[in-house]
């Protein structure tokens, strides 16, 4: 399944706008990708990343 994650996610004191497609099988394995992925990417915390929606993509 496909799921469309929207949150936000703290860097250098501003709040950054993001919306990713993950592949997951459900949508607390989605969360956890999505933390992981951003994470990594942009050097934050995962109690800097806000995840405001998800939905699953058809």
Same mark, same amino acid.
């Given at each position: 399944? =496909?799921?469309? /994650?929207?949150?936000?996610?703290? /860097? ?6 993001? +919306? +990713? +497609?993950?592949?997951? $099988? ?11 992925? =951003?994470?990594?990417? $942009?050097? /934050? +915390? ?10 699953? /993509?058809?």
């Amino acid at each position: 399944m =496909i799921f469309e /994650v929207e949150g936000k996610f703290k /860097v250098n004191g501003e709040w950054m706008f993001f +919306k +990713k +497609k993950i592949e997951a $099988h459900n949508e607390n394995m989605a969360t956890e990708k999505t933390y992981s992925l =951003i994470g990594s990417n $942009h050097k /934050v +915390k995962r109690n800097l990343i806000r995840i405001n929606g998800i939905r699953k /993509v058809e």
